[in-house]
């Protein structure tokens, strides 16, 4: 791709009312584009009933349904704008990939299971991929089979790039800010959030499990509990007693609250391994069906602690994983294992492409 001084990204994540994981994403990525190529034109596609949709920080189009049901109108729009890479956050048809890929777009597609990580190497969809990223570790999501990596060899494709979890660096001066403006002390707290804020199990928003729970640890252990609702969390937030409400924060804020906590209590998603790559002693506790396979291969490494979503079992727990005996194991474990952040793969991939 010839070299441009205003290099133009698409960036289409899955986007819906429920869960912000792949925006959230993309919008990593995109800020730390911008922050490398500041004349960057970036632009989003989204579907419109997704409550962060019109808080976008960059030009997005909204569309009537997530990007992946509305295949004419991506590709008119990747006609119109004639991006240099496209990259498509767990979402996309083939016919979307191929499209951008018949423009001369770089083509990257991001999976973050097995389900998702088989449909990016299917033969007709991996012909028109340039890049397939990974945002979990091996370990969690395991290798792919001989016979999957002997088809891509076959057509002259690289395998899927295990990338790991995408996040911010921590930052010292945002992180002090963010203890001033909430009244915190460094390592004195327990972050709790439970994704997004949509999820609901049993018919009850694991937010307000998590909120409780929060209530519940202070109640215990007199350490201050900070829950974070997220934007799709519907209802009036509440209060609680020992419990800092923090309606959402962006990645970069949470990421710093995260680095400057005691240990956290977290979703089985995305914030679980960027909870590890910081080596933050954390409870896992699943908000979604696809989040017990990955909360139990970290536990196999004995890297978290998990339980059910539920109070009782979840008070139960934290008083676990606040004893100093755990603490420790877990800090240990958590020491030796080498994590990375993903982040700083896919901008080496990128700087390839955008000399």
């Given at each position: 791709m010839a070299a441009q001084k205003a290099p133009k990204l698409l960036f289409i994540p899955v986007s819906s009312a429920e869960g912000i994981g792949e925006y959230m994403r993309s919008m990593i990525i995109a800020d730390e584009v911008k922050r490398n190529w500041p004349h960057a034109d970036i632009k989003f596609i989204l579907s419109k009933h997704a409550p962060y949709a019109a808080q976008c920080p960059y030009n997005a189009v909204l569309l009537d349904d997530t990007p992946t049901k509305q295949v004419k109108a991506v590709n008119q729009i990747i006609t119109?704008?004639?991006?240099?890479?496209?990259?498509?956050?767990?979402?996309?048809?083939k016919s979307q990939l191929a499209h951008a890929h018949k423009l001369g777009a770089k083509v990257i597609f991001i999976s973050q299971h097995k389900r998702k990580r088989s449909?990016?190497?299917?033969?007709?969809?991996?012909?028109?991929t340039d890049c397939h990223?990974?945002?979990?570790?091996?370990?969690?999501?395991?290798?792919?089979?001989?016979?999957?990596?002997?088809?891509?060899?076959?057509?002259?494709?690289?395998?899927?790039?295990?990338?790991?979890?995408?996040?911010?660096?921590?930052?010292?001066?945002?992180?002090?800010?963010?203890?001033?403006?909430?009244?915190?002390?460094?390592?004195?707290?327990?972050?709790?959030?439970?994704?997004?804020?949509?999820?609901?199990?049993?018919?009850?928003?694991?937010?307000?499990?998590?909120?409780?729970?929060?209530y519940e640890s202070y109640k215990a252990s007199g350490i201050v509990s900070v829950m974070v609702f997220g934007p799709n969390y519907p209802n009036p937030l509440p209060e609680l007693e020992g419990v800092v409400v923090i309606p959402q924060l962006n990645n970069q804020q949470f990421i710093n609250l995260l680095a400057a906590s005691k240990a956290a209590v977290l979703s089985g998603g995305d914030t679980l391994l960027q909870a590890i790559a910081l080596h933050k002693p954390t409870l896992a506790v699943p908000v979604s069906k696809d989040q017990p396979p990955r909360i139990a291969a970290c536990v196999a490494k004995e890297l978290v602690l998990s339980c059910e979503t539920a109070l009782e079992p979840m008070k139960n727990a934290l008083a676990t994983l606040l004893s100093e005996e755990q603490m420790l194991h877990l800090c240990t474990k958590l020491a030796l294992s080498e994590q990375l952040n993903g982040l700083d793969m896919a901008i080496k991939q990128l700087r390839l492409w955008l000399k």
């Open positions: 119109e704008y004639l991006p240099d890479i496209v990259i498509f956050d767990a979402s996309g048809r449909r990016g190497m299917k033969i007709g969809r991996a012909l028109v990223w990974v945002v979990q570790p091996e370990f969690v999501i395991g290798p792919i089979s001989g016979l999957e990596r002997l088809k891509l060899k076959l057509i002259n494709k690289p395998i899927p790039w295990n990338i790991g979890p995408v996040f911010t660096q921590p930052d010292e001066a945002c992180q002090a800010g963010l203890l001033v403006q909430f009244q915190l002390t460094k390592n004195e707290f327990v972050l709790f959030n439970a994704g997004s804020g949509g999820h609901k199990v049993n018919g009850e928003l694991a937010a307000d499990i998590f909120a409780h729970a929060a």
